[in-house]
């Protein structure tokens, strides 16, 4: 069971009634107000902020949510944030707090998928194939979005899988941005060569110093070993937080990612020495 904490969480209600949010629609729409019509005649603009779709072609069917930024450009091209909710959780609520630095920034696309799971919300290995695949549709919808420049990011449960999901297919993302979470695989030969092929991929790390849910130990022991890999890590301990998403935190991800994107991306230093 996540806990939600006022820090992060936000009112659903809320969220949805602050933008125009869509219906679930067909593809063929969507790619409409993508190409920036809104389906009558194309030429108007398309609608921004929170929107509920649900894409084709999925092994499973899920809605997902897409944020555009307040003042989305077609004719630009935007990189994606790619949010994994908490267990227990829906996709909208981080959507919404990414959206509010989306708007703020007008810098990037927020695209927040959904867990197979339906009843208890909890991320599993088999929704691997159901994020890549959202992640593909939603850059064939989107011609807007920048595939080059993949941010997978995640809160809890949603961090501990935004690890597993990063790190299995590297080619997919620029980075990967965790928040109280945990990087689950124990060492051993399948998982080491794993964390070889991904060394490429920077990691930001941010846990709370009390959290209980998800000890901070393990996000120390996770910097340590991803250095160990020869990754970059940006890792910051917060004081005084339990198992809560710090208020702010996405605004300095994005900063980080900002810059991060803005580089040619780099091969992975040496491993360290056993």
């Known amino acids: 069971m996540e806990t939600s904490g006022r820090s992060w969480a936000g009112t659903p209600s809320a969220c949805l009634a602050s933008r125009p949010c869509l219906p679930l629609l067909l593809c063929g729409l969507l790619a409409g107000l993508a190409a920036g019509g809104s389906g009558r005649g194309g030429d108007e603009r398309p609608r921004t902020g929170l929107c509920r779709v649900r894409f084709d ?32 959780l829906r996709g909208h609520r981080f959507a919404k707090i990414w959206g509010e ?74 980075a990967i941005a965790v928040a109280s979470g945990a990087l689950a695989a124990r060492p051993s030969p399948q998982a080491d060569e794993i964390l070889r092929r991904a060394a490429s ?46 208020p702010r935190e996405a605004e300095r991800i994005w900063a980080w990612f900002k810059l991060l994107a803005a580089e040619p991306k780099r091969a992975p230093d040496a491993p360290r020495k056993q």
């Open 201 to 246: 991929l920077p990691v930001y790390i941010c846990h709370g110093a009390l959290d209980r849910h998800v000890p901070v130990q393990r996000a120390r022991a996770a910097r340590d070993r991803l250095e160990k890999f020869g990754y970059r890590v940006a890792y910051r301990e917060v004081p005084q937080l339990g198992h809560f998403y710090p």
């Open 57 to 88: 072609g999925l092994p499973v069917k899920r809605d997902c949510w897409v944020y555009l930024p307040k003042r989305f450009d077609k004719t630009k091209r935007y990189p994606l944030v790619v949010v994994l909710h908490p267990a227990g």
């Open 101 to 174: 630095v989306a708007d703020h920034a007008d810098e990037f696309i927020v695209l927040a998928p959904e867990c197979g799971d339906e009843k208890k919300r909890l991320w599993k290995l088999a929704d691997e194939a159901l994020v890549l695949g959202t992640l593909k549709r939603a850059i064939e919808v989107f011609p807007s979005i920048d595939s080059t420049r993949v941010l997978l990011t995640g809160f809890s449960q949603g961090a501990n899988y935004a690890y597993t999901f990063g790190l299995r297919n590297p080619a997919h993302f620029r």
